[in-house]
């Protein structure tokens, strides 16, 4: 079975900086481009950005330059390195891959930034 687990989120002030990762099992993992995504409260779910294959990442346009997505390969794992956070970027974090025709996704992960 394909499995996805995100960690990492968890409080930190405005200005601040938390690192995410998301672990794949189940799939060949260099494969698949992965994709994080986030929800936030009474919000629907939006994308934040993806990786490639080949370690190419883009971003939606409100991450503005303050996150940065990379993959280990050889340890099935994705990162999403989030710099100068904002009260805003608060929200459940996701990490999912497609394949077969379907999507996959992780339980999330919580990221709080205190103003």
């Known amino acids: 079975d394909v499995q996805l687990q995100a960690s990492g989120g968890g409080l930190a002030q405005a200005g601040g900086s938390l690192r995410l990762s998301c672990t794949a099992s189940?799939?060949?993992?260099?494969?698949?481009?992965i994709g994080w995504f986030r929800q936030a409260p009474g919000k629907p779910r939006e994308g934040v950005g993806l990786?490639?294959?080949?370690?190419?990442?883009g971003y939606a346009e409100f991450v503005g330059g303050r996150f940065t997505i990379s993959r280990d390969n050889a340890k099935n794992t994705v990162y999403l390195q989030m710099n100068s956070l904002k009260p805003e970027d608060t929200a459940v974090y996701y990490c999912?891959?497609?394949?077969?025709?379907?999507?996959?996704w992780g339980q999330g992960t919580q990221v709080t930034v205190s103003s």
């Open positions: 999912s891959v497609v394949l077969n025709g379907g999507d996959y």
């Open positions: 189940g799939l060949t993992f260099d494969d698949y481009a």
């Open positions: 990786i490639t294959t080949g370690g190419n990442a």
